[in-house]
Each structure stands twice: as C-alpha cells, then as structure tokens.
C-alpha cells in the first residue's frame, strides 16, 4: 500500500463587497454625487442662493469622486496588489480627477450663468 498525503484545502476569505474597491468607486463616483445633486437640486424657480447650491452640490460630489479614485488606489496599495494592479488603479485615480476637475469647471461656468440670468430676471422685474 502507498500512503498519500493528502493536502489541506486552503480556503480564501473573500472581502465583504461593501469593502471593496468597486464598490467604494461605484459609490463614490456614480452613486453618492448623483443623490447630492437630486437632493440639492432646484425645484421651483432659479434663485442666486439655488444656484450657489447646485454649484456646491456638484463640487461636493466631484471631490467625494476624487476621493474615492484616491481611496481605490490606496485600497490596492494596501493590499499589496501586483504592478499591474497598481498601474491599473492610479491610471483610473487620474482619469477621476481629471473628470473632476472638469466637472468642477463646468459647475463654475454654469453657477456664473445662472447668476447673470437671475440678475437680468431681477432687472427686468425690478
């Protein structure tokens, strides 16, 4: 007869989703921007104070969007992902912030618009 050595299975414990990187980037990027500019959206006619609202509501998503790119590329450092991983995650970080950043600039261009709108709005009514 010939002992064979049996080899002990090895199980893997998975990371709950709500601790993962896609999930941290579908939150911060997609779902939780979304929710502040519905939140804080206007509704009823455009005043100057809805429209510095809408504006910061947008900025405050665009920089929890930064942040989550930034958290994911941590996440994968921290875990002492492969290169490529590493790669992956701070190439997707910087097309974030960039996004960002042009997200914010558009929210600056729109917020000057509004405001030039409500102002003629409040000359013609005046």
Do not use: H, K
Not at 65 to 82: D, E, K, Q
Not at 96 to 123: F, N
């Amino acid at each position: 007869m010939s002992d064979t050595a049996v080899e002990p299975r090895v199980t893997v414990a998975r990371t709950p989703f709500w601790r993962s990187r896609t999930a941290l980037l579908l939150a911060g990027v997609f779902v939780v921007p979304s929710l502040l500019a519905l939140a804080l959206n206007s509704y009823g006619a455009l005043t100057a104070d809805s429209a510095i609202r809408m504006a910061f509501a947008t900025v405050a998503g665009q920089t929890i969007a930064i942040l989550s790119g930034l958290g994911a590329l941590v996440m994968t450092v921290v875990r002492r992902a492969p290169w490529p991983g590493i790669l992956f995650f701070s190439a997707l970080a910087v097309i974030i912030a960039a996004w960002a950043v042009v997200g914010m600039g558009d929210a600056a261009a729109l917020l000057q618009s509004r405001l030039e709108l409500v102002a003629e709005t409040d000359l013609l009514n005046g």
